[in-house]
Nanobody
Framework: VQLQASGGGLVQSGGSLRLFCAAS????????MGWFRQAPGKQRELVAS???????NYADSVKGRYTISRDNAKNTMYLQMNSLKPEDTAVYYC???????????????WGQGTEVTVSS
């Protein structure tokens, strides 16, 4: 199983970016999906998560600005980030709960991270 995260970049304060996370490999079932971020010198934190049914939750710091979504047919998750602030600068990681073919247990997988830099 591989998770490929992309879409990061440099943007000015107030701008927007859209992150992508595509899962591939021997995947039987995908459960909860989420985006985490880690700023320099800080711990990794949960930004947003979405269930297989589409229910979303957000960190207070991004509510109203970020929107998480998923396409179950494509095993892909998205994070639309609007009204970006310098404090949103971080490496963003996707995290997905997956059952592989031939297995009955959940495993959590991480993407490689995509860097978001917001200039003031």
């Amino acid at each position: 199983v591989q998770l490929q995260a992309s879409g990061g970049g440099l943007v000015q304060s107030g701008g927007s970016l859209r992150l992508f996370c595509a899962a591939s490999g021997s995947i039987s079932v995908i459960n909860n999906m989420g985006w985490f971020r880690q700023a320099p010198g800080k711990q990794r934190e949960l930004v947003a998560s979405i269930t297989s049914g589409g229910s979303a939750n957000y960190a207070d710091s991004v509510k109203g600005r970020y929107t998480i979504s998923r396409d179950n047919a494509k095993n892909t998750m998205y994070l639309q980030m609007n009204s970006l602030k310098p404090e949103d600068t971080a490496v963003y990681y996707c995290n997905v709960g997956i059952i592989r073919f031939g297995s009955t247990t959940w495993g959590r997988y991480w993407g490689q991270g995509t860097e978001v830099t917001v200039s003031s």
